[in-house]
Nanobody, 125 residues
Framework: QVQLVESGGGRVQPGGSLRLSCTAS????????VAWFRQAPGKQREGVSC??????NRVYADSVKGRFTISRDRNTASLQMNGLKPEDTAVYFC????????????????????WGQGTQVTVSS
């Protein structure tokens, strides 16, 4: 069964850090690009970061550049989030695409074929 499971969410104070993980099972994870998206209450789901299957291409939304770092290994993708701000509060989702590259459309929901269930991140004092 193809499955993506996110973990690592929680509540932190502004300026704090969290590390999210996305664990894959049931398919050849290494052939796919992996992206992180987030969705805040009342807002559309937005792309946060993407890492290609080869790890050669890593892209970030402007809002998280310099604060978030994406990485991956055999069957897990991670998102290290430092310097968290209240506006980072959202449900975070990981997703895989079928092309593997994190192309120019990486931030579009329709580029991804499989999603996890999400993990809540709350940044509040």
């Amino acid at each position: 069964q193809v499955q993506l499971v996110e973990s690592g969410g929680g509540r932190v104070q502004p300026g704090g850090s969290l590390r999210l993980s996305c664990t894959a099972s049931g398919f050849a994870f290494s052939f796919h690009a992996v992206a992180w998206f987030r969705q805040a209450p009342g807002k559309q789901r937005e792309g946060v970061s993407c890492i290609s299957y080869s790890e050669n291409n890593r892209v970030y939304a402007d809002s998280v550049k310099g604060r978030f770092t994406i990485s991956r290994d055999r069957n897990t993708a991670s998102l290290q989030m430092n310097g968290l701000k209240p506006e980072d509060t959202a449900v975070y989702f990981c997703a895989i695409d079928e092309f593997g590259a994190c192309g120019s459309r990486w931030y579009l929901i329709q580029e991804y074929e499989k999603w996890g269930q999400g993990t809540q991140v709350t940044v509040s004092s």
